[in-house]
């Protein structure tokens, strides 16, 4: 195996990695009481929409956050569920 080759992955895959690493970090539960704030509508659990969100998230940054998006990922998932919660109550 050549280690010399950098690692790729889709970035499709890559975002459900951010994604899990975001629900596991904001302790995000399963079920889907969040995918009408993070998703389309139609996404079948928390997570998926918390991916689709992600992959949209992912398309608006700059080379410079996508080095790095968790930090920023995480700060933006903050605002808008904050912002959901005030809107609920």
Do not use: C
Not at 41 to 54: K, M, Q, R, Y
Not at 67 to 83: A, C, F, G, K, V
């Amino acid at each position: 195996m050549n280690y010399s080759q950098p690692f790729s992955i889709s970035r499709k895959s890559f975002a459900s990695r951010l994604a899990s690493a975001l629900a596991f970090s904001m302790q995000i539960p399963d079920g889907t009481h969040l995918v009408a704030v993070l998703g389309e509508g139609d996404e079948s659990s928390n997570l998926a929409a918390l991916t689709h969100w992600v992959e949209n998230e992912m398309w608006l940054m700059d080379d410079e956050a996508l080095q790095d998006p968790l930090p920023h990922l995480l700060n933006n998932l903050e605002r808008l569920l904050h912002s959901a919660q005030e809107d609920f109550a």
